[in-house]
DNA sequence: CATTATCTGTACGGTATCACACATTATCCA
DNA sequence: TGGATAATGTGTGATACCGTACAGATAATG
């Protein structure tokens, strides 16, 4: 197994700071089969990939790619949580898609940019497994299952980023903080997460303290607990009450296009 | 030539309105090389598909699909410019994609979805050649060309919803419209559009007299010179001066990704 | 235990956008 | 030509979010 290593420096404290927060890693290794994406191939495709999959450490604030930084892996995450982060110049950024066990980090290489646009960062430690680009490509032409996956995943993750598109737009601070909470519970194994509000504030695009009022009153409706980075969902039907037709909309395509 | 029919009621009256403002359509038939996708093929593989291609006229507020709808063509606009509308329950809408003779409509096709989240929409009348999807499909499968082409150009699409995502959170209305002026102006001849204010309001999800007040500032600075639904872009690199990163951010991914 | 760093709460004025209402002007068409 | 329709201009108050500043509170560290 191997840890990624990269040059923390780059990156804002914040996140330095998360990966002492949390990484408690599961002391059992997970399958390849946990990711949805690999699961859903077929017993003789997923056994030819399997001896190219490498099993890898992904440590809270790690940095997969870059904006126009060669990728030279696709990721399958198992139980960590991968953020595409785009930024802009002056500083600001929002994130426009948040990828888990149901999905892969680096489609660009099978949909042949060679680079993308936008940074990956983890925002939840786990494992993923991960494969060479040259060993990824060859099974990827040899097989359609794979690409056909992999291209419905692609379009799902499309509808997610549309979708993030217009909630930027037109909806609240307050749904936008559930909706992503939701979106990080859906692919953990608890309802614990470990995120500081100045986070969330990065992912979402807005002001530390936007959130902070926003997750101050989920916490006075009694939804959610949070305390220096921990948050705990109480009522994850409350938050889906609270939280915009986006959360919902995204969530179906995912299952309409993968099950 | 076929004209596309659509029960043209469910639209909103603006576009059937602006469907009697422009239908100048240009009077010599177009060339399927006027598509850049398809000129980007190989000789041998754009003949092939030639046969199958068959033109049609777009008229400004046909509908191609709808969210949830099977589309049973791909189109290559040659002259037209369709947009892709990501609509909320409440009303609201946003645009997420711009289409024109860079690009495709109907990406759903060949990544297998069946069918897309959101709406395309011409925005503004031309031609464009289309396909039907079985016999699209067979050239799809038969060669690589056609596939990493539209596998590339699916990733600069992704660019734009990305950026749009961005943009949309960060971006004043003023600068988005600079935007989504120059992205209008990119895809016609000439430097005239004919958009409504009201219209343009519903691309970018804001109220329309946010776009007044933002179009009043670029006349009185000399850039457009607008009435009544027709825009003249009078100073072009001014308006370059004045648009937020995300025009040329995605303008530069479209031609790293294919040229 | 004391210190420091980090995280969260709060408060203030400023600004962009909204929602609504209505006036004005240009174009269309009977 | 005149009335209807469509497009644009303007105004007013509300609201959500921003930028900034700073004050607790909690955890990490030596």
Redesign the interface.
């Known amino acids: 197994m191997i840890n990624i290593q990269r040059p923390s420096a780059r990156q804002n404290q914040l996140l330095a700071r998360q990966s002492q927060l949390l990484n408690t890693l599961p002391s059992t290794e997970p399958s390849a089969r946990q990711n949805q994406l690999l699961n859903a191939l077929p017993s003789i495709e997923y056994e030819r990939l399997l001896p190219h999959l490498e099993l890898v450490q992904m440590n809270c604030g790690d940095i997969l790619y870059e904006p126009g930084e060669k990728l030279h892996f696709v990721y399958f995450p198992t139980d960590c949580i991968v953020s ?1 982060l ?5 500083g ?3 994130e ?2 948040v990828i888990g066990n149901e999905g892969a980090i680096g ?2 290489l ?4 060679g680079t ?3 940074r990956a960062l983890v925002q939840s430690a786990g494992y993923a497994y991960r494969i060479r680009q040259p060993l990824f490509m060859q099974e990827f032409d040899r097989h359609d299952a794979l690409l ?1 996956l992999l ?2 995943y ?6 997610q ?6 909630c ?3 909806h609240s601070v307050g749904q936008q903080l559930c909706r992503r909470l939701l979106l990080s519970i859906d692919r953990l194994p608890s309802n614990e997460l470990t995120m500081t509000q100045e986070l969330i504030a990065n992912m ?3 002001r530390r303290e936007g959130v902070t009022e926003a997750a101050g009153k989920l916490q006075q409706a009694g939804l959610i607990h949070y305390s220096r980075g921990h948050i705990k969902v109480l009522d994850r039907p409350g938050l889906e009450a609270r939280v ?3 959360y919902h ?1 995204v969530k179906n ?1 995912f299952d ?2 993968l099950h």
């Open positions: 595409q785009h930024a802009i110049k002056d600001g950024s929002s426009v898609a489609i660009t099978f949909m042949g940019g993308m646009t936008n056909h291209l419905r692609t379009q799902a993750l499309i509808a980023m549309a979708q993030t598109a217009v930027n737009r037109h979402l695009g807005v915009c037709e986006c909309v395509e309409r296009l």
